[in-house]
């Protein structure tokens, strides 16, 4: 085995039994594609070939390669890179493929840019299947009145139905992470919000700006009286928090800002 990187978040996965799960959480068919992001030494890899779709890997160490070498065939690439400086658009542009899935056991120090780097690559992605480190996992499946509940839960939202499927103890890792884990899973949304996306994702991003002010500070530079009409249509009042409010109070106010 070869020392882990901590720098690149190299906590590789030990548990056959999680490896087995994660693996039947995702299911394209065979004309599909899979992009796994830090295959690592390939635990999970291996397993996912079975489903003997086409696969991408994206890694980012070289040293992995004699782990990794033997994985590669005619429907499975590796492509040793920095994820976040890839092209994926320009790397898939010759394959054909039904739906697009992506999955990965994902570096924690880069979590949340990988996954708004994929979403804003405009990719018709149908499902996504994440290993993060579970506070995170946290924030991104919280409920409105929940204090988890954040702006980045609603962008989520927006592209995504996220969920938890389950705990991942530290202990299934090598080496041993200090955080506990959880998958989580990103399903295509079927219906998309009707909003303007410019001016929902900055009310979102303005309403949860200081988290232990009321909705009312931190949107002092809106119109309060006619958000005031949409808060008072929901039984809410003026002292709400950002966190109490779902995601269709969200858009009916941007609709009248
Ligand atoms: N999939 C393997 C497993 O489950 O055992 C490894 C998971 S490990 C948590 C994260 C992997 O992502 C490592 O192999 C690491 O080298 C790779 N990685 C880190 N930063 C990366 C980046 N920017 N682009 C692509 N891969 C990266």
């Known amino acids: 085995m070869v020392k882990a990187k901590k720098t690149l978040g190299q906590n590789f996965l030990i548990d056959q039994n ?23 030494m390939g635990a999970l890899t291996k397993y996912l070939q079975q489903k003997n779709c086409q696969m991408i890997c994206y890694e980012i160490d070289t040293d992995l390669k004699p782990y990794l070498n033997n994985l590669e065939n005619n429907r499975t690439k590796i492509i040793y890179q920095d994820i976040l400086k890839s092209n994926i658009k320009e790397d898939i542009k010759d394959i054909k493929y039904h739906h697009l899935y992506i999955v990965g056991n994902l570096p924690y120090y880069i979590t949340t840019p990988i996954i708004k780097y994929l979403i804003n690559l405009d990719l018709d992605i149908q499902e996504m299947v994440f290993m993060v480190q579970e506070e995170v996992a946290d924030r991104f499946t919280a409920l409105p009145g929940t204090s988890n509940y954040s702006s980045i839960t609603l962008y989520l939202k927006y592209y995504y139905n996220v969920i938890k499927l389950f705990k991942v103890s530290k202990k299934c890792f090598n080496p041993m992470p200090k955080v506990e884990s959880a998958i989580i899973k990103f399903t295509k949304r079927a219906t998309k919000l009707d909003v303007n996306k410019e001016v929902y994702f900055k009310l979102i991003n303005d309403s949860f700006k200081m988290k232990r002010k009321t909705l009312k500070n931190n949107l002092s530079n809106y119109d309060f009286d006619k958000i005031l009409d949409v808060l008072n249509k929901y039984q809410l009042d003026e002292n709400v928090r950002a966190e109490q409010l779902d995601e269709e109070v969200f858009q009916e106010i941007s609709k009248i800002i």
């Open 18 to 40: 999680i490896i087995n799960k994660i693996s039947d959480n995702i299911n394209p068919e065979e004309d599909d594609l899979l992009i796994e992001i830090g295959p690592g």
